[in-house]
């Protein structure tokens, strides 16, 4: 059976930090698990944004699951993972999350509208919110 992961990324271009939320869904839509993380020190929406399904990887992979459906609403982020483009300022995530993939017997990248991602929005805005407050 296949996971959906939904991912997303909250990021301040002011303080350079990010928050990450990620939301394990089953088949029936059903909330599994979620997490947030956060970080300082990030370079760009886009790097976030992979530094998000980067942490998704990694739960998943702490969670068990072998089958997984990444999901993200940046479109960016999902081309640059499906066609294998090179993007210099996330090279070196983006070589991590090919990495990570090897560790399961199958995952997919998609891209999916705001409107479905929402939960992980919140969740990462409250990660962003978290690490601003600890400052």
Same mark, same amino acid.
């Given at each position: 059976?296949?996971? &959906? ?6 990021? /301040?271009?002011?303080? %350079? ?5 990620? *939301? @394990? ?6 909330? #599994? &698990? &979620?997490?947030?993380? /956060? ?21 998943? =992979? ?5 089958? #997984?459906?990444? =999901? ?5 982020? !999902? ?7 090179? *993007? ?9 999350? /090919?990495?990570?993939?090897? #560790? @399961?017997? %199958?995952? %997919? @990248?998609?891209? !999916?509208?705001?409107?479905? /991602? ?9 990660? $962003? &919110?978290? $690490?601003?407050? %600890?400052?």
């Amino acid at each position: 059976m296949e996971t &959906q992961c939904f991912v997303d990324a909250a990021w /301040n271009a002011g303080t %350079s930090g990010g928050g990450f939320g990620c *939301i @394990f869904k089953d088949t029936t839509g059903r909330t #599994l &698990q &979620q997490c947030s993380s /956060n970080r300082s020190n990030v370079s760009s929406a886009l790097v976030a944004e992979a530094l998000a399904a980067k942490a998704g990887l990694k739960a998943a =992979r702490l969670l068990g699951l072998r089958k #997984l459906a990444i =999901r993200s609403d940046s479109k960016s982020l !999902i081309m640059a993972i499906n066609t294998k483009e090179k *993007i210099v300022e996330a090279q070196g995530v983006l070589f991590d999350i /090919n990495q990570l993939c090897t #560790l @399961f017997t %199958s995952v %997919s @990248f998609e891209f !999916i509208s705001r409107d479905f /991602n929402e939960d992980a929005d919140a969740l990462a805005k409250a990660a $962003l &919110q978290s $690490l601003s407050n %600890s400052v």
